[in-house]
């Protein structure tokens, strides 16, 4: 049966279709502006980690653990971008702004399944980290190949059993209210404002159990891993080998300190944003800037992937002389 919508965005009687996307509001102007920055920073975010997946893949050099975690990173901060962007901005000037009920459903799930991911797999990246610099006989042995690709299908499989239950629990509620989310992607809190039933499960669970626990666990392993890694390199002798794991652990903490960050101002804690505009900010961070930063953060501050850059450039410019 079709949904019957009012002026107001109350539904009457009948299924619900489907979603309205509102997005940002604002004159044309302002509409305009916005589609003009998240496309910018879109490209460079396709661009800068689909750079970080070539160079490591075609750098035998960078054929390492740290650099196998920091590949699936760029991986993972590429599709969660992919999933919530280009939506984001066909509705900028789209007239509708409809998303279907199985569409929303999908982003959601898919949303869920690469933040997750991601959140646990910074924690993996730290743990990695710890071991090189903490036990560095002891490394070779316990992050060989085969214990790096099953830490991160271990990631992707919790993230997986996450996104079902954030998806199931959340989609099974009645939006009998309204059919317009106040958000420019299907995200939790946005959903629960429009669902008629009591959403208390949700927020404790959903939100605050599972979200906030992941978080605290990843946190918990940073700092845990990140103490050990600070007094190991305090002990050292040499002040250019502490130089240079304090800037590659550097770039790594900014990473986690913006990612971690955000996902707690949101999902760590019961009414953790004021108001659906803050959230649509914070959201923005999470789901935009920090992808298209993260590349620039592993390969401005670090020499390693700056000389594999030189290096591909110089072979790319050695092929284009000779043929």
Do not use: W
Not at 146 to 166: E, K, Y
């Amino acid at each position: 049966m079709a949904t019957a919508v009012h002026r107001n965005g109350s539904l009457s009687t009948g299924s619900l279709q489907g979603f309205v996307l509102m997005g940002f509001g604002g004159s044309t102007e302002t509409q305009a502006l916005l589609f003009a920055i998240f496309l910018v920073l879109y490209v460079m975010t396709v661009l800068g980690n689909l750079t970080m997946i070539m160079v490591i893949t075609l750098d035998a050099r960078l054929h390492s653990p740290m650099y196998f975690f920091l590949k699936n990173l760029s991986f993972v901060d590429l599709c969660l971008s992919s999933v919530i962007i280009p939506n984001a901005l066909a509705n900028i000037f789209s007239s509708s702004k409809t998303i279907s009920f199985a569409g929303c459903a999908t982003q959601f799930f898919f949303f869920s399944l690469l933040a997750a991911t991601e959140a646990v797999l910074l924690a993996v990246m730290a743990y990695d980290r710890f071991m090189a610099i903490c036990s560095p006989l002891r490394y070779p042995v316990t992050m060989c190949p085969m214990t790096c690709a099953r830490l991160v299908l271990g990631t992707f499989c919790v993230a997986c059993l996450n996104s079902i239950v954030q998806t199931s629990l959340t989609f099974q509620l009645p939006f009998c209210s309204s059919n317009y989310i106040d958000y420019f992607f299907c995200d939790v809190p946005p959903l629960l404002q429009l669902a008629c039933a009591n959403t208390a499960l949700n927020e404790l669970l959903v939100m605050f159990g599972i979200c906030g626990f992941i978080i605290v666990c990843a946190v918990f392993v940073v700092i845990i891993s990140y103490g050990y890694i600070t007094v190991t390199i305090l002990r050292m002798r040499s002040g250019s080998g502490r130089h240079k794991l304090f800037s590659t652990c550097g770039s790594h903490m900014t990473a986690v300190s913006l990612f971690y960050g955000t996902g707690f101002a949101i999902y760590g804690q019961p009414g953790g944003v004021a108001s659906m505009d803050q959230g649509k900010v914070v959201s923005t961070i999470y789901t935009l800037i920090i992808p298209m930063l993260n590349p620039l953060i592993y390969s401005l501050r670090n020499k390693d992937v700056k000389d594999a850059l030189r290096r591909l450039g110089h072979r790319h410019s050695l092929v284009k002389e000779s043929g």
